[in-house]
T-cell receptor, first 112, second 110 residues
Framework: DGGITQSPKYLFRKEGQNVTLSCEQNLNHDAMYWYRQDPGQGLRLIYYSQIVNDFQKGDIAEGYSVSREKKESFPLTVTSAQKNPTAFYLC????WGTGELFFGEGSRLTVL | KNEVEQSPQNLTAQEGEFITINCSYSVGISALHWLQQHPGGGIVSLFMLSSGKKKHGRLIATINIQEKHSSLHITASHPRDSAVYICAVRSGTSGSRLTFGEGTQLTVNP
């Protein structure tokens, strides 16, 4: 079945460490997104990519980095420069033709 | 003012009641999604609309492009409908920009 796989589901990190969240899709979607969700709040865009080897900053890109070397994969690195990284992170993808929108199950990052 | 506004923020209903959640937006859009987020955090797309009305089971979604307004209706609500419902609009080049509402927390009591 087609879908988006995010890993890990739960992640604990010490302050000062970088962590990378994985996002893989087998939907043949061109566009992929990373969002952050804090308790009781809406989704905020971190980065998005419309094609391979190209990506754009979203509203809260500081302290994060991404790559898009393959169409299927869009990993997010939360760097030590991100001042408040504890949050729920969601990856999404969409196809231009169908407009269908899929989300991963999310990754919950806790900084100790 | 947010580009996408949802109301109400919180909604509590008794099982069997008819529920309406509203979404207003201020930008030109190519499509609108209604999404459902369960307590575990995963999000699923319920509907994508660019005009008119869609129905799936007990869920009905409508959109009025001229008035920049959409509604999600749940008929004969059930406790398993309890979730956060999110409105998201597509705009920009090729509809690549997604803007989300803050969500509506729905609780349906037995």
């Amino acid at each position: 079945d087609g879908g988006i796989t995010q890993s890990p589901k739960y992640l604990f990190r010490k302050e000062g460490q970088n962590v990378t969240l994985s996002c893989e899709q087998n939907l043949n979607h061109d566009a992929m997104y990373w969002y952050r969700q804090d308790p009781g709040q809406g989704l905020r865009l971190i980065y998005y990519s419309q094609i391979v080897n190209d990506f754009q900053k979203g509203d809260i890109a500081e302290g994060y980095s991404v790559s898009r070397e393959k169409k299927e994969s869009f990993p997010l690195t939360v760097t030590s420069a991100q001042k408040n990284p504890t949050a729920f992170y969601l990856c999404a993808s969409t196809g231009w033709g169908t407009g269908e929108l899929f989300f991963g199950e999310g990754s919950r990052l806790t900084v100790l | 003012k947010n580009e996408v506004e949802q109301s109400p923020q919180n909604l509590t209903a008794q099982e069997g009641e008819f529920i309406t959640i509203n979404c207003s937006y201020s930008v030109g859009i190519s499509a609108l999604h209604w999404l459902q987020q369960h307590p575990g955090g995963g999000i699923v797309s319920l509907f994508m609309l660019s005009s008119g009305k869609k129905k799936h089971g007990r869920l009905i979604a409508t959109i009025n492009i001229q008035e920049k307004h959409s509604s999600l209706h749940i008929t004969a609500s059930h406790p398993r409908d309890s979730a956060v419902y999110i409105c998201a609009v597509r705009s920009g080049t090729s509809g690549s920009r997604l803007t989300f509402g803050e969500g509506t927390q729905l609780t349906v009591n037995p």
